[in-house]
């Protein structure tokens, strides 16, 4: 839609805008006073503030143990007319304030539990204050069709500090991980497969909660190649609390998998195939009898893609050009395994243990045309580079659990967990090199022939306890414990080929390396939460120690120390104007800890005319996050504003230099500081059953001081990016899904990325009474999408262009089984996904 006088609206804030004035409308309709008819007196005109209130206590009726974000209606005992409503905080308390003397009958839900009715309530004028008392709920079934409820979760929930997007409201049938994080306002996943949050890509990705099993490049090809379908939601967490994990400057994003479901005997699988060489299939079965609970998950996914590009790179010192022609193939396959069992040893103590199991391979088949001119722009050389590599991995991941809840009046939690993860990476590269003639074909000379091998494995331990104590209803007090033992062996090998008599494989002393890397963390956290009134406040801090040690192999056999300590304090105040609208700040300190690639000083030959090289003296960086947000939801939707404000020391970033030769090195340097400073817009929309849609709108200045690198060395850029989610209903059977996104241009210290986007369509048709479907689902229609930068840093300046074939259509048959299964109800004081709990009212739910 085109205004005429302001010009086109970008999709997302053409959506927020809608979502904004709907949203707002419907959390701003009062009801009327007791025995009001709809349409009568008062019924235009609110009423004036009315100094009533009911409190109370909702508990699940077996355990005594409180249930969190239950809704509570108050209605009026003479008509049943809806007055007000409520939302139950995490330790199952409520509050519902403005109510005029009369007569009122609570009725409360939650998802798991029969609704309950209470007796009539009286809030007299004399005594305006009436309490409820405690509100038992009976735990009772919802029906699923497969896996999926009947009574289907928000597709965006909101809480104080975490927004929460359900994976099956984005259009990712047939797509991978990657693509589900892709239509997440605020996350961008770029080429390779890395995450960022509002820009940032030092953000912390966990899986269940918990820290992701793998790391850097290993961790994006997981990503790249785990299904959508094994994906139940995503977490966005940008302030985390002092409970967290420090890592990840730009918060956490949490990536919460299938499970969590009491079942009979229940399942499904997926199967399905897309243009150009893509197939994928999933499945997924659980099994539940008495105290048992069985759940497992299994994807395979093999991505054939095609890859161009060309780059001009130009040294001004010099005056040379080198021009290069990219042209390659991408063979990408993974299987994936995750499994769960829990065992209810009494009602209130559970063993949980989990596994995860990962095997993965990409292959590439790489051409690198190069020509070379002079400063009269005459060709001096003109050759090949050809890649021919193979890289494989697998991971192993366990984990313990045992939780004891106790029961009121204490309201305590004990839990503790032991976890073991092992990985394994490595890859084959051969390369190469031809002199080419003028017409393109190779010299008579003989080729030079290289081969690379690399060798990587981890092992890390985890032990983590955790105690939650609740004071008082509105007060609780989180403590824990966690150790990290991590230990990473590195060998690299680098061999070239020498003809003539005696000649073959001979070693490269300067470029072979290894090296061991140990990284040991303790670190012990309380956090304190306390409910004034309608104000929620929270104060934590984590105390950690680090020790590092980084030794290289070789005949120097240098090492690298690096031992600190460290304190992150978290805070948050949120103001819950009404059950519906909140306002919030919170603040957070972060840390991101350099890794292996990061440290290693070893050169790595990127191609002939430019290398990667580590740098062992980098230092941790460490930010602190301010954040501000207002939110709003209502029968048709939701909105949220966040301001937000990072200030980082000691930031780590990649700096390039040349050399009069025109060889280029990058390496990551310690810059002074680097701050940042904008505001996310999101929201979402219902309109009946018909559409369901969601959007975002990020806008944020960067600001970037590295003169203690180099005089006059930084960046000061505003940059952003929108995006927009829709899903029509077009009958009971038929839904149409819709995805845009776009990111503008952004500058970097030493250059400029070009603007990004992306766009999906897809189609449903639900087949056999609901219990399959077949769907269709159509990637980047337009190819528009692709990668864009320009180096310019003193005497050299490059101008990349990348495509790596993302346009294709994916054909996906869905199938479910078995008989009718239970959702289990979510762990009081805290959110499904084993987050943060700090989701008082106004969260999901």
Do not use: C
């Amino acid at each position: 839609m085109t205004s005429t006088r302001f010009g086109p609206r970008p999709p997302a804030l053409a959506l927020l805008f809608a979502l904004a004035t709907t949203a707002g409308a419907a959390a701003q309709t009062q009801g009327p006073p007791p025995g009001a008819r709809p349409g009568g007196p008062g019924a235009m005109t609110p009423p004036p503030a009315a100094p009533g209130l009911i409190r109370g206590t909702v508990v699940d009726a077996s355990t005594s143990r409180p249930v969190s974000a239950a809704q509570v209606a108050v209605r009026s005992a003479a008509d049943s007319v809806l007055v007000a409503g409520a939302v139950a905080r995490p330790d199952g308390s409520f509050r519902v304030e403005g109510l005029r003397p009369g007569r009122y009958v609570l009725r409360v839900t939650a998802l798991s539990y029969s609704a309950a009715r209470t007796a009539p309530v009286t809030v007299a004028a004399a005594a305006p204050q009436a309490d409820a008392g405690t509100i038992r709920l009976a735990p009772a079934a919802v029906a699923l069709a497969g896996i999926t409820a009947t009574a289907q979760a928000s597709e965006v929930a909101m809480a104080p500090d975490r927004n929460v997007y359900q994976a099956r409201t984005i259009a990712t049938t047939g797509g991978t991980a990657v693509d589900v994080l892709r239509n997440v306002p605020s996350v961008e996943v770029d080429a390779d497969g890395k995450v960022s949050l509002r820009g940032n890509s030092s953000v912390a990705i966990q899986i269940n909660g918990r820290a992701a099993p793998l790391q850097g490049d290993q961790l994006a090809r997981f990503l790249q190649q785990l299904p959508a379908s094994v994906v139940s939601k995503v977490e966005v967490i940008p302030n985390p609390s002092a409970k967290n994990d420090p890592e990840g400057m730009g918060g956490i994003i949490n990536i919460v998998l299938q499970q969590g479901a009491d079942l009979g005997t229940s399942g499904g699988f997926a199967l399905g195939a897309g243009t150009g060489g893509k197939y994928n299939a999933s499945g997924n079965l659980g099994w539940q009898r008495g105290r048992a609970t069985l759940f497992g998950t299994y994807g395979f996914n093999l991505d054939h893609r095609s890859s161009t590009g060309d780059a001009q790179q130009l040294n001004r010192t010099a005056n040379t050009l080198l021009s290069q022609d990219i042209g390659g193939l991408i063979d990408a396959r993974s299987h994936n395994a995750t499994a769960n069992a829990e065992y209810k040893l009494t009602p209130a103590t559970t063993l949980n243990a989990t596994g995860l199991y990962s095997i993965r391979g990409f292959d590439v088949g790489q051409t690198n045309l190069y020509r070379q001119f002079d400063a009269a722009r005459s060709q001096t050389a003109h050759y090949s580079d050809l890649d021919d590599g193979n890289n494989s991995g697998r991971t192993g991941d366990g984990g313990l659990a045992l939780k004891h809840a106790f029961a009121p009046p204490q309201r305590n939690e004990l839990s503790a967990e032991v976890h073991y993860n092992q990985g394994r990476d490595g890859s084959s590269d051969h390369f190469t090199h031809s002199d080419l003639g003028a017409d393109g074909q190779p010299l008579g000379s003989e080729p030079g022939l290289r081969r690379t091998n690399l060798d990587a494995r981890s092992h890390t331990w985890t032990l983590q306890t955790d105690w939650t104590r609740a004071f008082a209803p509105h007060t609780k007090l989180e403590a824990g414990y966690k150790g990290t033992l991590r230990r990473l062996d590195n060998d690299y090998g680098v061999e070239s080929f020498a003809y003539g008599a005696g000649g073959g494989w001979v070693n490269e002393a300067t470029q072979t390396n290894a090296f061991a890397y140990d990284e040991n963390v303790h670190a012990a956290y309380a956090v304190l939460s306390q409910g004034v009134g309608r104000l929620d406040l929270q104060a934590g801090l984590r105390a950690e120690r680090a020790a590092t040690s980084f030794d290289l192999g070789g005949p120097a056999g240098q090492s690298y120390d690096n031992d600190y300590n460290s304190l992150f304090p978290s805070a948050l105040a949120a103001w819950n104007l009404s059950p519906t609208r909140q306002l919030k700040a919170s603040y957070s300190r972060r840390v991101q800890r350099p890794d292996t690639r990061l440290l290693n000083p070893f050169l790595f030959y990127q191609d002939p005319q430019h290398a990667w090289q580590g740098n062992p003296s980098l230092r941790p960086e460490y930010t602190d996050a301010f954040e501000l947000g207002f939110q709003q939801s209502g029968a048709r939707g939701s909105v949220q504003v966040t301001p937000f404000y990072r200030h980082t020391t000691n930031a780590i970033r990649p700096i390039l230099s040349i050399d009069a030769a025109g060889f280029s090195t990058t390496t990551a340097q310690n810059l002074a500081t680097a701050n940042s400073y904008g505001a996310d817009f999101n929201g979402s929309l219902r309109l009946g059953s018909t559409l369901t849609a969601f959007g975002g709108f990020n806008v944020f200045r960067l600001n970037v001081d590295a003169t203690n690198v180099a005089a006059g060395l930084g960046t000061s850029t505003v940059t952003w990016s929108t995006r927009a989610n829709a899903t029509w209903k077009l009958d009971p059977k038929t839904d149409v899904q819709a995805f845009v996104m776009y990111r503008a241009p952004m500058q970097a210290v030493t250059g400029r990325f070009g603007a990004f986007s992306m766009t999906n369509f897809s189609f449903r048709r639900k087949l056999d009474a609901d219990r399959s479907s077949v769907s269709l689902r159509v990637s980047d229609p337009f190819d528009m999408m692709g990668f864009h930068m320009v180096t310019d840093r003193d005497a050299f300046y490059q101008d990349t262009h990348n495509k790596w074939g993302a346009r294709a259509a994916y054909l996906t048959f869905n199938y479910s089984f078995g008989h009718a299964p239970r959702i289990r109800a979510p762990r009081p004081d805290q959110p499904q996904g084993d987050g943060d709990p700090r989701t008082g009212p106004g969260g999901p739910g």
